[in-house]
């Protein structure tokens, strides 16, 4: 058939006169091919001695060379240390006790170190407070390989040598001593008391025209300001919420980062039902957080309605009538101040709107309650950011009236709201140096970059709460040319100390009281007990001496402030992701490959918004053809300032009348390229303020995001997520709410798990180890250590945007999120179960149909996935190669080299939790990460394999270290005791939602928690028998 | 034992001299002094307490001794006494304000000697003694030369005898030709006749052969086999390097370590015990001897000959631990460290692939397996060489076959009770013990 269609090339050929059609058609090829100058040298082709079959010959032989070379293994080369430090054996890990303290996140922690290389965080079990690493902590310890690092001090974008910014610094500094301009600091909150005493002596050193502003990206300064108001302290309430019977939360997602964060532990032991009791936990928030998500209750509201159910919950528990008239909030205010009466002094309310009256209201509330969680005496130190002080030195700055600043742990050009006015100011400063990590934003703007070495390479302290104590000391030796801010400080100053001589110096005559430096060391922690408080006040003193004196108004106008809120248009609440942060560490790629624990999106931020509004604005989500998510664009106005090209998902449980974007991405400067992503919601962020009113306009084009759960809803599959109220887990047999699926043999109903029901032979697993792994569905949060712990331990790999979108990503263990599609996800059981017929209003095509999307406000369950070690595991049976296999200790092996990828395993593994290894991860210029460079490499985990393209892989259970718990028994000679096993996740889960162990071992925990009547396996009636295996989870819907 | 008679021995003519002298001990006083003590018990006393830091003709940590008694006497006009209260108590001496001694304790780093207070003023004459006149070795000198000839005279007379029996088999050779021809002519002369042409009649044996379809049949047979079990064995050996034995940076011989001198393995591999690893010792390990050890001197009679029939002599080997010296960066003359150090690159002999875990103190603390039963006789290596194929059936035989040591292990004592119940054995093997499954090696 031919085909008389003409194809043109370009407009030209329109036009037959046209000559350069002429001379194209003519012309194969645009410039002349230089054949004949090759071919036309007949003298040099008959000079060349190589022939037709030469060339042949050199092919065959060269392949020939190639096949036989191919045999012989490569020479490999051991280089043994000159001289071999004592600490260190190849091949055994050390751990050494530390602190992270970079502004945003404070944590004890430990440190594992690998032939002198940290490897990886693990929580320091011995802190009281903050000792658990969150996933960014868990994740800091790539950042310490970033191949973007600076390497070394620079002048105007040139490497300097150290000494020439000493003596430039210096000589200012000399200069402007006892002058009327100022010398600023502008710095990260430290809470480290060496560090405070240092600048207070710095001060001494340099005059009065020293300044310190202490600046934190995202805010806290209207709690800090109301607590000082009410106590007299720059600092935070600190509260234990295993203490509590009834939280209530008005916007406070104190799982994720809310003051700083490192609440989880607490509030999930009292979430456990223990004697029949829980807390109850009521949320109002508008953006859908993690706390929200945990919550019995959660009442979606914009933060007005917040401010005004505040007040109103004053006015009830006060008796007061506060005014305000009736509102939508009344009823749920009614139905707080009913638990909180009832609960009394176990009840405990917090806040999270930036709004010193509200934090003023929270603190009366508390103090009214004299709640048991609420905790004032040892308030925490781990926000001390300034804002007013902050925006006084932007004013001076652009007044001319600062002579030199240094800049520290803070990226001001990308995270103040007023970065133009910040840059402007600068030009008139006569030296600006910034400790930089990156070449970031402000290290740009400065004169002078000073290269900042990673925590991980610092000595340093922190206070995190009043009395307890921290230390920071260094895991390697600096990487690079890089110095801490302290040392330099200290070298500015003229000392010959070194930072760790001063701290040691300052704990020994200020903290220690006597005791041992070298145990505290060790320990990392260290409790002052109560006279050393009060001698270490004065410490503390000289920041609060300085503050002006905030106008804090008294309860009354709070309340007249609160009740007379109201939002102008659409609120736009800011926030901070679990996986990003204030976004220090937006170059780490394991972070940016961490999927959101709400909204499951990862390498990105987007607008949420709810459905409704989403409706009305006509913005839509919706999945492509491979499965991946696309979202329409918006452009987001506040107050003058635009952010174009924001991607939008539709959040269920969103307010309506607002919409969140989360803080941390959008930064561009010292990134990589693939690591550049999102938007820079701090543009947003006028006047410090995480609520803005925002106009929303739609605008072309769709967002490609890479989102790893697709469906949302659970669909009325009650058996993956088990669920109950804690009224009928303490009314009724475990039975009703817990059910075991049964079977039909010989007519009659038996239980799946019974043997007769099995295709297989029992294996006697009584004798040795049977490891299992429990996880608690009421105690997980869903935070997402795990993930990256996981990530750290097992060398998993990052895989990219475009690969996670293809859903190719490599999480040996995942966080399911689901969302009720009714109110409850009881009621969409029950709505499944009254299905009748294919149509009518009953039917199921047009149920399943509606059950598929999510509610306005849904319940919401996680449920962390891995693999769950089947007994009797459909993958094993389907291996041509016997690659996966089962060993006696319950786990599920997979044995990589053996692999041929067939995936069939992944096929028919029913909880797909298998990953296949679509291209080789490590060395790939395509696949830019942290495996494809030296320095990203010195992270991985020399006892777990690095998986090479086309095998599949999966959770191993850790058996690395539950191996290396075994053999370190046997050369000890003896027995294991319980809490020594552990896997990477059940290490991370600071909640103890995930607990590992041998249930041989009968005295041990998760053999108990295995006879618990809350446990049952995933998707039971399979006949699986799982390893891991999950606890029911139990609401609190119980009304007061 | 021998030492102890030795020592008794020693005591017993120590007590005897003592009573001789000490009948006229004051007139012969001098006499002593000048007559001096045993060289050989010196040489013995020098070798237990003084050649850590001493050595006679080289400067150590601590001064050449060689005439020291003489040299102090010349050039600093320091007695005998000096000496035996420098030896006994050098600290005290330098504390005292000595002059000389404090020269000496600045000139060595400031490192004082050792006091010595058990050693007799005559084990000093001894030693004093030995190193005047050290007992000359040249006893055994001239044996010395003659040693390597001990050897090559059987290789000399396996030679000669070859050629003989060479020289008979082609006699006899030669003989049967004529034999034979003598033979044929005398059938010629009686007019037999040969019958040649008989066999030309016969079907070649290769027709027949090919006329024969069941032979053919079977030996393709046979050779199709034969061939793929040489390919399949040539093939199977493709990447297992057993008897690799890289050129080393540094000719280390483990035979002169582990087996001449009977360092135990685990001394510089000290790593084997707690780690995955064995480790390559760092080199400040090899320094802990080569400090003091810093010439090879191998006694032809002794373990060494062998080495020097292969043609490693003495001053190869002391090349080699120069080699160690450079690398370390230390200053033989000086007796100190440069801080200029080389890491030494060493040729990996034993490579696992990455996808196998192996965990040395595994099977060395918890299993007590002999270092040998895988990296066979080193002691006897001069050159270190892969003993093991290191495949995996290899390790898998030794798993089903080896019996897991578990007396005194209380880790094993409840597994081991269950266990061999079950299998209704007293012991268990590594394999019984789940160490064949996939996942304990490959993760």
Known sequence: MASNKKYWKSEAELNPNDSIVETLRQNEFSEEIPVDEFLGDKENLSASTTNRRDFLKYVGFSTAAATVAACEGPVHKSIPYVVQPDTIVPGVANYYATTIADGFDFASILVKTREGRPIKIENNTDAKVNGSANARVQASVLTLYDSKRVQGPMANGEPIEWKVLDATVRAKLGSLKGSNRQIALLTQTYASPSTEKLIAEFKAEFGDNVNHVTYDAISEDAALNAFNAAYGERALVDYDFEKADVIVSFGADFLGDWQGGGYDGGYAKGRVPKNGKMSKHIHLESNMSLSGANADKRYPMTAAQQKIALAKLYGKLNGTNVGGGTSDVDEAVDKIAAEIRKAGSKAVVVTGLNDVNAQTVVLAINKLLSSEAFDTENPKYVRQGDVAKVNKLVSDMNSGRVGALIIDGVNPVYSLPNAEDFVAGLEKVDVSVSFAFNNDETAQSVGYVAAASHYLESWGDAQLKKGQYSLMQPAIRELFDTRQFQSALLTWMGSDKTYYEYIKENWDTAILQGSDWNQALQDGVFVASASAEVAEEPVAAPVEAEEEQWEIAPIASSIRALVGATSQGTELVLYSKVGMGDGRQANNPWLQEFPDPISRASWDNYVTVSKADAEKLGLKNHNVANGGLNGSYVKLTVDGTVLENVPVIIQPGQANGTVGLSFGYGKQAGMQEELATGVNAYTLYKNFSDVQSVSIEKTAGEHEFACVQLHNTLMGRGDIIKETTLEIFNTKDHHEWNHMPQVTLNHQEIPVTSPDADLWEEFDRSIGHHFNLSIDLNACTGCGACVIACHAENNVPVVGKQEVRKSRDMHWLRIDRYYSSEDTFEQDDEKKESMDGLWGDNGSLGGFGEMEDPSVNPQVAFQPVMCQHCNHAPCETVCPVAATSHGRQGQNQMAYNRCVGTRYCANNCPYKVRRFNWFLYADNDEFDFNMNNDLGKMVINPDVNVRSRGVMEKCSMCIQMTQKTILDAKREGRVIKDGEFQTACSAACSSGAMVFGDINDKESKVAELKEDDRMYHLLEHVGTKPNVFYHVKVRNTNEA | ?443
């Open chain 2, 1 to 443: 034992m021998k030492k102890v008679l030795y020592r008794h021995l020693f005591s017993k003519v120590l007590g005897l001299s003592l009573l001789f002298f000490s009948v006229s001990i004051f007139a012969q006083e001098e006499a002593a002094e000048a007559s001096g003590g045993d060289a050989a018990k010196g040489k013995q006393l020098f070798n237990q307490n003084c050649a850590a830091c001493h050595s006679l003709d080289r400067k150590m940590t601590g001064p050449a001794l060689a005439n020291v008694e003489a040299r102090l006497l010349e050039d600093e006009g320091l007695d005998k006494e000096w000496l035996y209260t420098w030896i006994k108590n050098s600290p005290g001496m330098i504390k005292s304000g000595d002059s000389y001694a404090n020269k000496i304790y600045a000139e060595y780093n400031q490192a004082a000697m050792t006091a010595f207070p058990t050693l007799s003023n005559q084990d000093i004459d001894d030693i004093l003694a030995y190193t005047a006149a050290p007992p000359k070795t040249a006893v055994k000198g001239p044996e010395g030369p003659e040693t390597p000839l001990t050897p090559s005279e059987p290789g000399i007379s396996n030679e000669l005898i070859l050629g003989a029996l060479a020289l008979v088999f082609g006699l006899l050779v030669i003989m049967l030709l004529l034999v034979n021809k003598t033979l044929r002519r005398i059938a010629e002369a009686n007019g037999v006749v040969l019958e040649k042409e008989k066999a030309e009649k016969r079907i070649p044996i290769w027709k027949a052969f090919a006329q024969n379809q069941f032979l053919v049949l079977v030996t393709a047979i046979f050779l199709l086999l034969a061939s793929g079990y040489f390919a399949y064995g040539w093939m199977m050996q493709v990447g297992v390097d057993q008897g690799y034995a890289p050129v080393q940076p540094i000719h280390y011989s483990h035979k002169i370590h582990a087996g001449d001198n009977k360092i135990e393995c685990k001394y510089c591999h000290s790593s084997a015990r707690v780690s995955k690893h064995s480790g390559i010792p760092s080199l400040n390990v090899c320094m802990n001897c080569h400090k003091s050890i810093y010439e090879y001197k191998g006694n032809p009679e002794g373990p060494s000959a062998e080495d020097l029939a292969n043609g490693y002599t003495n001053e190869f080997y002391t090349g080699e631990i120069r080699k160690l010296y450079k690398a370390v960066g230390w200053d033989e003359e000086n007796q100190q460290y440069t801080g200029e150090t080389q890491p030494v690159e060493w040729v990996r002999v034993h490579n696992l692939p990455d996808f196998a875990y192996f965990n040395h103190s595994q099977h060395v603390s918890v299993a007590g397996i002999e270092c040998q039963t895988c990296h066979g006789p080193v002691e006897e290596m001069e050159i270190m060489e892969q003993f093991a194929p290191l495949t995996m059936g290899w390790c898998i035989n030794c798993h089903r076959e080896t019996n897991v040591k578990m007396e005194g292990n209380e880790y094993y004592e409840a597994i081991h009770a269950e266990l061999s119940k079950k299998y209704e054995v007293e012991e268990l093997t590594a394999a019984m013990m789940g160490g064949l499954e996939c996942g304990k090696c490959h993760y």
